[in-house]
Nanobody, 124 residues
Framework: QVQLIESGGGLVQAGGSLSVSCTAS????????MGWFRQAPGKEREFVAA????????YYADSVKGRFTISRDNAKNTVYLQMNTLKPEDTAVYYC?????????????????WGQGTQVTVSS
């Protein structure tokens, strides 16, 4: 059974930085794209970033481009999201997801497994 466990969320002031990570168990992430999504209260879950199986293709939502960095360590079965210059509107539960294929995609339907989420709160 595949499990994705996120960690590293928390509370940070606007302008600050936070890093979240997601470690998979039950199946290697080596040949699958990985993604990060987020969901704020009362809003739809939205795409944040995705990375191809090899790390060679990376995609970001326009709202986080230039501030967030997604990376992966296949040897550790872990994907990371470094978040800089955080804004109050970045407040949400952040979810990692493992895709069905090796290419990253912003569509939620492309992802097969999801973590339980980690809360990120940015105060103004």
């Amino acid at each position: 059974q595949v499990q994705l466990i996120e960690s590293g969320g928390g509370l940070v002031q606007a302008g600050g930085s936070l890093s979240v990570s997601c470690t998979a168990s039950g199946r290697t992430i080596r040949i699958y794209a990985m993604g990060w999504f987020r969901q704020a209260p009362g809003k739809e879950r939205e795409f944040v970033a995705a990375i191809n199986w090899s790390g060679g293709g990376i995609y970001y939502a326009d709202s986080v481009k230039g501030r967030f960095t997604i990376s992966r360590d296949n040897a550790k079965n872990t994907v990371y999201l470094q978040m800089n210059t955080l804004k109050p509107e970045d407040t949400a539960v952040y979810y990692c997801a493992q895709a069905r294929i090796g290419l990253g995609d912003p569509s939620r339907t492309r992802y097969e497994y999801w973590g339980q989420g980690t809360q990120v709160t940015v105060s103004s």
